[in-house]
């Protein structure tokens, strides 16, 4: 099991910025990505990065706005969110996971551990 802690969530106007961070308690996982939840909606992923050579995958609907980035010394994960859209509130989550992309390219949207979860709100 490992322990992952959100954290960098706020309150933003449309078209602010924001980056989250994601904190594990090892390093033993092959990649860390990030999903979020609106209240009454479905998970939606986002995008996910391999710790070992820091290859970055995104789901479709998430390409253009939204980076992820890594810095495996200190076991942090980062999401630069820009552009940001009252659609976008949500609670953002990072997990642990096994797979990035599946063998055809699509995303892979298995997970094994994940955090508490950090609140975007974007609102006017």
């Known amino acids: 099991h490992v322990q992952l802690v959100e954290s960098g969530g706020g309150l933003v106007q449309p078209g602010g910025s924001l980056r989250l961070s994601c904190v594990a308690s090892s390093g033993d996982y092959y990649a860390i990505g990030w999903f979020r939840q609106a209240p009454g909606k479905e998970r939606e992923d986002i995008s996910c990065i391999v710790t070992s050579d820091g290859s970055t995958y995104y789901a479709d609907s998430m390409k253009g706005r939204f980076t992820i980035s890594r810095d495996n010394a200190k076991n942090t994960v980062y999401l630069q969110m820009n552009s940001l859209k009252p659609e976008d509130t949500a609670v953002y989550y990072c997990?642990?996971?096994?797979?990035?992309?599946?063998?055809?390219?699509?995303?892979?949207?298995?997970?094994?551990?994940w955090g508490d979860g950090t609140q975007v709100t974007i609102s006017s």
């Open positions: 997990t642990t996971k096994a797979l990035c992309i599946y063998p055809n390219g699509n995303y892979y949207p298995g997970y094994d551990d």
